[in-house]
């Protein structure tokens, strides 16, 4: 199964993943991150990520480092 590790401490909340997730699952938190605003979660309780990645790769400051399968 694929997940994704987001490094709150490195989320400039720019909200760029969020937008190439193909299933939607990266969505903003309630955490208020270094730049003020929301960093990003993902919610993925029913395991839809498929590891495609392009979360980490959109991310400019490598916030999301990790994908497994
Ligand atoms: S690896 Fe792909 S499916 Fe999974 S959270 Fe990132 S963009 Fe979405
Ligand atoms: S692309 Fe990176 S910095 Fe931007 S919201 Fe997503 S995790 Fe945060």
Do not use: H, Q, W
């Amino acid at each position: 199964m694929a997940k994704v590790v987001i490094n709150e401490n490195k989320c400039k909340s720019c909200y760029l993943c969020i937008d190439v997730c193909p299933k939607k699952i990266i969505k903003k938190s309630d955490k208020i991150g270094v730049t003020g605003r929301y960093v990003v979660t993902t919610e993925d309780t029913s395991g839809e990520c498929i590891g495609c990645g392009f979360c980490a790769m959109r991310c400019p400051d490598l916030a999301i480092t990790e994908v497994y399968r």
